[in-house]
């Protein structure tokens, strides 16, 4: 393995690889990987012992945060799901191409993983199916399991978030990329009431579709004034608030 000194930043698309039934690095991709490096330092100076990615696709996020991480020493264990063997395949290939390790399972989410991680999980990634499709899409086989997220976006994304409440730690983070037709406030919301802050790491706009990174973190007294306004519009324009300046779209990250 790699000194961490010598290892890159984030994984390279040249060394990432394919199959056609697996999701290949996108712009989601990239903005969820720009959310971990714009809280680089924070994630250092947090140091998690267990990371975890569900739904890992080609290995790109969870690789590129293993390198993120291992570049400064940081000593963490990896481990990634997804429903789909293809994309578990071919995260290993992804993994091993750049020199660093993780568990990979092949499992809907968690399932099976309830009692082993409970309470473990310091930093959990998540680039969800959040395209709104039919629901009888949702969990197909192969590469559509990738992105069919059902009516609105959130059959799938609403059966994490209990997931992730579960396995998260005390200290626990999460960061999990939105589509605006997910509702995202209402997301925001829906933990903050599970004793969770929550905050836009990245805001990004395509021709196609404009993708926030959010990141979750357990905070039973959050920051947020309780007489404010509680509505979902109000509580997005107090998350859009805090978005970095540099947090506007940049294409993909610069070793792309």
Request: aromatic residues 6%.
């Amino acid at each position: 393995m790699a000194s961490h000194k010598q290892l890159p930043r984030t994984a390279q698309i040249r060394l990432v690889s394919s199959h056609e039934e697996v999701y290949e690095p996108c712009d989601d991709s990239f903005a969820l990987v720009d959310a971990l490096l714009a809280d680089r330092t924070n994630l250092l100076e947090h140091r998690p012992k267990l990371c975890m990615e569900i739904g890992c696709g080609s290995g790109y996020v969870i690789t590129s945060l293993a390198l993120t991480l291992g570049q400064e020493g940081c000593v963490s264990n990896y481990i990634a799901t997804d429903i789909n063997p293809h994309a578990v395949k071919v995260t290993s290939e992804t993994l091993k191409a750049h020199g660093v390790d993780a568990e990979l399972i092949v499992t809907d989410i968690a399932s099976g993983l309830e009692k082993r991680l409970a309470g473990l999980v310091d930093v959990m990634v998540v680039n969800p199916p959040y395209v709104p499709t039919p629901e009888d899409e949702v969990g197909a086989e192969g590469i559509t399991s990738s992105w069919a997220g059902g009516e609105n976006g959130r059959t799938v994304i609403d059966r994490i978030l209990p997931a992730a409440d579960h396995l998260l730690s005390e200290k626990g983070w999460l960061y999990m990329v939105t589509l605006t037709a997910n509702n995202p406030s209402e997301i925001c919301l829906q933990m903050r009431n599970k004793g969770y802050a929550s905050k836009i790491i990245i805001q990004r706009s395509t021709e196609e579709e404009s993708l926030h990174v959010i990141k979750f973190w357990r905070d039973f007294d959050t920051e947020v004034d309780d007489t404010a306004d509680q509505s979902a519009s109000g509580f997005i324009s107090y998350l859009l608030a805090q978005i970095p300046l540099f947090s506007s779209w940049r294409g993909s990250n610069s070793n792309n």
